[in-house]
């Protein structure tokens, strides 16, 4: 199969580039371009409308970080709805919880499931091996709106960016309705963009500034992802109740020995130590 060179721009700017990958698949969903490839650095990844979105080296990173965080603040957690993550590798991690009941995964592109349970079983492998996890192939705008009040103790927001179908899960209509939707003691973790190039920086602050109006306790917690881009990515911690870091119920989480390779209880703490550039644009979001 031909070797071709994936670029992907990070601004107008700077572009990341991965040589010498061969493409397993491309097509046009009804919502965006879909793009598979295979690469000897960093295995088989997907692209949605150009943008890299998951890869075998380093989904551990933000599979982790989206799921063990919340789950280790508030273990009691049921009821869980991911908005999104059609690769599958969030459900497969919140699967890994026994006292968990029902995953509610709602992803607007079917295809994005059905080919990465063809090419990307690292992390869809799941799927379809777990009946606590129901799918449903809609608008995750729509499908909150329409969610019954105190549906859910665990949203996790696992979309794209906000452009395209991604859009309106970055508004106020839709973190209005994602608080409806959680129950007292619910947590809402959201991809929260990147503080380090100006066209991420501008969208961590406009989401920031919607969900600390809304929620009592509204926190950003870091990690290293590095194929996004800067590598400096966040997630947005939310709550009605519970404090990320006071409510971190470390000993009942380890008690649980779930192995992961990126999350432990030092990065929990520490993800929260943010750079002072960082706490100043939040400080300062409207
Ligand atoms: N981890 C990746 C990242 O941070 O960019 C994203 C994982 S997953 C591939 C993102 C998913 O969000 C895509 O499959 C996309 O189809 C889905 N998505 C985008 N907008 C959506 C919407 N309004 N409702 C439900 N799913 C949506």
Known sequence: ??????????????????????RLHSEVSPFQTIDFYRSDTFGTFFTLDGLMMVNEKDEFI?????????????????RVLIIGGGDGGTAREIARYSGIEKIDMVEIDERVVRLSQKYLPLTAKTLDQDNRIHLFFEDGLAFVKNADKESYDLILVDSTDPIGPGEGLFTKAFYDNCYRALSNDGILINQHESPYFNEQKHEMIRAHAKIKDLFPIAEVYQFH???????HWLFGFASKKFHPIKDHKMAAWEALNL???????????????????????????R
């Open 62 to 78: 933000y599979h982790d970080m989206i799921s063990h965080v919340p789950m280790a603040v508030n273990p009691n957690i049921k």
């Open 1 to 22: 199969m031909k070797k071709i060179h994936y670029t992907e721009p990070w601004t107008k700017s700077v572009h990341f580039t991965i040589l010498d990958v061969e």
């Open 259 to 285: 192995k992961t390779n990126y999350y432990n209880s030092d990065i929990h703490k520490g993800a929260f130590m943010l750079p002072t550039y960082v706490k100043d644009a939040l400080k300062n979001a």
């Open 225 to 231: 992802q590095p194929t996004y881009p800067s590598g």
